[in-house]
């Protein structure tokens, strides 16, 4: 059975970064690529940024791009999600996925595997 249990969300101010983790068991991490979303009330899941199973490519959202850095650590089946220069529209439940597709995707049905969110509150 797949799980993945995001962790590292809070109540921050803007301006504060914070790093959000996830841990997945139940697969051979190093065999997918992994992506994070988040849906803030009343819109849709929006992706933020994915990666490559090995590490050595990265995909993300303009509307994140340069504030937000996704990473891996295969050896502990872990990424990453980086959030730098929060805003309060950063607010949102946080959600890592997997994907078994050898291309980075954008698209969330394409990741059969998510976890439960992990809240983020950015106060202005």
């Known amino acids: 059975q797949v799980q993945l249990v995001e962790s590292g969300g809070g109540l921050v101010q803007a301006g504060d970064s914070l790093r959000l983790s996830c841990v997945a068991a139940?697969?051979?991490?190093?065999?997918?690529?992994m992506g994070w979303f988040r849906q803030a009330p009343g819109k849709e899941r929006e992706f933020l940024a994915a990666?490559?199973?090995?590490?050595?490519?990265?995909y993300y959202a303009d509307s994140v791009k340069g504030r937000f850095t996704i990473s891996r650590d295969n050896g502990k089946n872990i990424v990453y999600l980086q959030m730098n220069s929060l805003k309060p529209e950063d607010t949102a439940v946080y959600y890592c996925?997997?994907?078994?597709?050898?291309?980075?995707?954008?698209?969330?049905?394409?990741?059969?595997?998510w976890g439960q969110g992990t809240q983020v509150t950015v106060s202005p």
């Open positions: 990666i490559n199973w090995i590490g050595g490519s990265t």
């Open positions: 139940g697969l051979t991490f190093s065999n997918y690529n």
């Open positions: 996925a997997a994907t078994s597709k050898s291309i980075l995707s954008r698209w969330s049905a394409e990741y059969p595997y």
